[in-house]
């Protein structure tokens, strides 16, 4: 089964937040709550952590992309 990975809520004002570094690649085993990549919002930076334990299947953005509040970042495959 794949999960979805989207950027979470990070404040009330902020709508769109700018992928800056992945800390798992492709094909990694990552664990619930594991942080898998770092965003940047106007004021803070905020870690993207993996909703179950799996593999990180695909990315779905890349490095300096900016991404929605609520936008797919990538794909875990758990089970």
Request: glycine share 10%; net charge negative; aromatic share 2%.
């Amino acid at each position: 089964m794949k999960i979805r990975v989207k950027v979470p809520k990070v404040g009330l004002t902020v709508e769109e937040v700018t992928l800056s570094t992945w800390e798992k690649q492709e094909g990694d085993s990552v664990a619930a709550e594991e942080t898998i990549a770092t965003v940047e919002g106007d004021k803070a930076t905020f870690e993207v952590t993996s909703p179950a334990a799996g593999k990180l299947l695909k990315r779905l953005a890349s490095e300096g992309d900016v991404v929605p509040v609520g936008g797919e970042i990538a794909l875990v495959e758990i089970g």
